[in-house]
């Protein structure tokens, strides 16, 4: 079964079948409302590497971590970001939530680190980077993520914290 840290519940004002909310709620500090049913339940994220390359350029990056891609678990069930060439897959897994995904991208031949706690919302102007796995997997765990351009520089630095188990993604590295 799959550890995930408890995330209180913030105050949900929106009114009942208004998808935007009212005008109250779009102005508070919990912004829109898909965030706020996103934050009401607890959520966890794992980041997985892995070696394939499906553009050339990519073998010039560290054999074994070429690609990285993100497993978002809720109690409904997993989420995978996945940011291909051109384009964002993301897609809702029909497999049980107790379903152990780490392990099975372990299986597989994947590095796998988590659970980390997904990011609040920035407070800031958002950095301007083009859009790739790494980068897409910085913006999952939200404004203090670490710094890095190539999945093989995430690797090392969330391997690291999670070795330190410090408390630096906000809400920090779950232990696990």
């Not at 909310?21 to 980041?47: E, F, K, T």
């Not at 404004?143 to 408390?167: I, V």
Request: net charge positive; hydrophobic share 40%; aromatic share 8%.
């Amino acid at each position: 079964m799959i550890h995930v840290p408890t995330v209180p519940a913030p105050d949900l004002i929106a009114a009942t079948g208004n998808r935007g909310g009212d005008r109250r709620s779009r102005a508070g500090p919990a912004g829109a409302g898909h965030r706020r049913a996103a934050d009401s339940r607890p959520q966890a994220l794992w980041i997985a590497f892995g070696g394939g390359a499906d553009q050339g350029w990519a073998r010039l990056l560290r054999p074994g971590f070429r690609h990285c891609f993100a497993g978002l678990w809720d109690e409904a069930g997993w989420t995978v970001l996945d940011p291909l060439s051109g384009r964002l897959l993301v897609t809702r897994l029909a497999v049980d939530p107790g379903f152990d995904l780490p392990g099975f991208w372990r299986r597989a031949g994947c590095r796998v680190l988590g659970p980390f706690v997904p990011g609040a919302p920035a407070r800031r102007l958002p950095e301007v980077v083009p859009l790739s796995c790494v980068s897409m997997c910085r913006a999952v765990l939200g404004p203090r993520a670490p710094f890095a351009l190539t999945p093989y520089g995430l690797f090392q630095r969330l391997d690291k914290l999670s070795q330190q188990k410090e408390n630096v993604l906000d809400e920090g590295v779950v232990a696990g």
